[in-house]
Every structure is written in structure tokens, then in C-alpha cells.
């Protein structure tokens, strides 16, 4: 839309009159002098407001995703370093023991524990905090006159002495192990002797199979040994025949051969 705006009044008259003054005293000369001439620019000027900016973020869409904001983890829930428990705008919860505070305010564990939510007042009287408890039942926040607790990852446990059995002992399922038992695993009825984190188990007519304790904390057989089970098993592989390695190729081809003739046929329909 063209809106028109007016020149004021100083500058229309300055534009409209021109001063040819002599070199006179009187200031009835000077008037005398002055002659009307046309303007030169029109008194009337048209200009039109942007509606729209071209370029730049403002300009942007107004409603964004949301920033998934909230509590992640719940009060006693188990954690891992540097899992983020608590996401926020602004310090409505602030980090405790073994947590720590992100710059954009993300609360988040230092060490492997529990979640706690607490308030303490030794530290602030109103202020809320978010913790790592270091076992499940260590309640936050810790007493100053309290023994440190160790980070380790370890804890505390009494030393166990086991009941030492014979080299070798024969059970009803037809199956033999050595060494100290620990404790029963599997199913009802069979049983496995842990010795220095190695379970062996015997049966008969087929090969002795060692358990290891592995990293995640379960007891199973080597990558190469789970890789050799059809063959203890007795389960024959066909050879591979060094003429056989363009079959599936050749297979392949034909099928999509097939399927572009059904596609061209489709089109002509």
C-alpha cells in the first residue's frame, strides 16, 4: 500500500523560495529581494513499509519441538557415570553427592550408585538436591561424623570358606564335576562345581565343557570353542566346492531379470 507522506512546512518553503538578496542594510530590501520560483521536487513523497523480512531467523517457525525436559531417572533407580538424571531450565534442582550440573543445568552422575532426591539443610535451607547413593541402602545427605565411603566399585562382603568335595563325584543324571561347588545353576537336577571362576562339566559320550566367568558377570564357553559346537556335535558341512561361489550370483540375476519384465508388462497394461 502507498501512503503519502507531507514535506514539513520549513522545507517546502525552502524548496519554493529562493533568496537572490543584494548588498544591502535595510531588511525591507532584503524582503524586496526575495521572488516565488517552482519547486524543484514535489511536496508529496510515496513510500512503502516492508511487510516481510527476506532473510534471517526471525522469520523462522514459532513452534519448535519441545526440549524433553524432566526428571530421566526416578528416586532409587540404578545409574551409571555420566548418565543424565535430571534435565532442566534454570537450577530448580541442584546437584548433590557423586552428581554433578551441566551447563545448561542437566544434572547427571559422577559415580555408579542409586538415585536420591533430598533436601539438606546444612548446606541451604531451601534448595533441593539430586544424588548418587553409592549403595541401595545409603540414605542422602551423608553425616559429616560418618566414615567416607570407598569408590571402588567394591564392597565389603564376609569371607565364605566352601566344603571342599572328592576329585571326582558321580551324580543320577550321568554327569561328573570336579573341583568346589559354589552354588547350583540350570535346570533341576544338574549341577556345576565353580572353581576359581571355571565351572567344568562332564556327561558321558560327549566332550568335557568349561564355563569361564566373563566380564558381564555370566559363565560360558570361548568365542572359538561356541564356534565348534556342530562339530562336537556331529553335525557334517557339506564341502564348499569352489565352482559353487557364482550360484547364489547368477540366482540373483535372474530374479531381478523377472521382476523388471513383470514391471514393463504392468506399464503396457
Known amino acids: 500500500m502507498l ?15 529562493s ?4 548588498a544591502s542594510a535595510s531588511v525591507l530590501d532584503a524582503f524586496r529581494a526575495l521572488t516565488l520560483r ?22 523462522s517457525k514459532k513452534n519448535g519441538p519441545g526440549k524433553r525436559l524432566g526428571a530421566k531417572k526416578t ?24 552428581a554433578g550440573c551441566g551447563r545448561d ?8 550408585g542409586f538415585v536420591r532426591y533430598y533436601s539438606d539443610p546444612r548446606r541451604h535451607a531451601k534448595r533441593k538436591y539430586i544424588g548418587v547413593a553409592l549403595t541401595p541402602d545409603q540414605r542422602l545427605p551423608t553425616s559429616p561424623g560418618m566414615a567416607r565411603r570407598r569408590r571402588l566399585g567394591m564392597e565389603a562382603v564376609p569371607i565364605t570358606t566352601s566344603t571342599p568335595l572328592p576329585p571326582a563325584e558321580r551324580l543320577d543324571e550321568g554327569i561328573e564335576i570336579t573341583g568346589e561347588i559354589e552354588q547350583e545353576l540350570g535346570a533341576p ?8 571362576g571355571v565351572v567344568v562339566i562332564k556327561k558321558k559320550g560327549r566332550p568335557d565343557m568349561t564355563l569361564r566367568l566373563r566380564p558381564g558377570g555370566m559363565f560360558r564357553q570361548s568365542n572359538w570353542e561356541i564356534g565348534r559346537v556342530a562339530e562336537r556335535a556331529g553335525i557334517k558341512v557339506r564341502k564348499f566346492k569352489p ?9 540373483r540375476v535372474a530374479r531381478k ?7 514393463t508388462l504392468k506399464k503396457r497394461k
Do not use: Y
Not at 19 to 22: A, E, I, K, V, Y
Not at 53 to 58: A, F
Not at 75 to 98: D, K, M
Not at 189 to 196: I, V
Open 105 to 112: 543445568h542437566t544434572i547427571f552422575a559422577k559415580q555408579e
Open 75 to 98: 528416586g532409587g533407580q540404578h545409574v551409571l557415570p555420566s548418565q543424565i538424571i535430571f534435565r532442566q531450565r534454570g537450577t530448580l534442582w541442584h546437584a548433590g553427592e557423586n
Open 38 to 59: 517552482p519547486p524543484t521536487n514535489p511536496h508529496l513523497l510515496f513510500f512503502r513499509n516492508a511487510t516481510h523480512k527476506s532473510q534471517g531467523s526471525i522469520n
Open 19 to 22: 533568496c537572490q538578496s543584494n
Open 243 to 251: 565352482g559353487d561361489r557364482f550360484a547364489a550370483w547368477r540366482k
Open 3 to 17: 501512503i503519502q507522506r507531507l514535506q514539513s512546512p520549513s522545507t517546502a518553503i525552502r524548496s519554493c523560495v
Open 257 to 263: 531379470k523377472a521382476v523388471a519384465a513383470k514391471k
Open 189 to 196: 537336577g544338574t549341577s556345576m562345581a565353580e572353581e576359581r
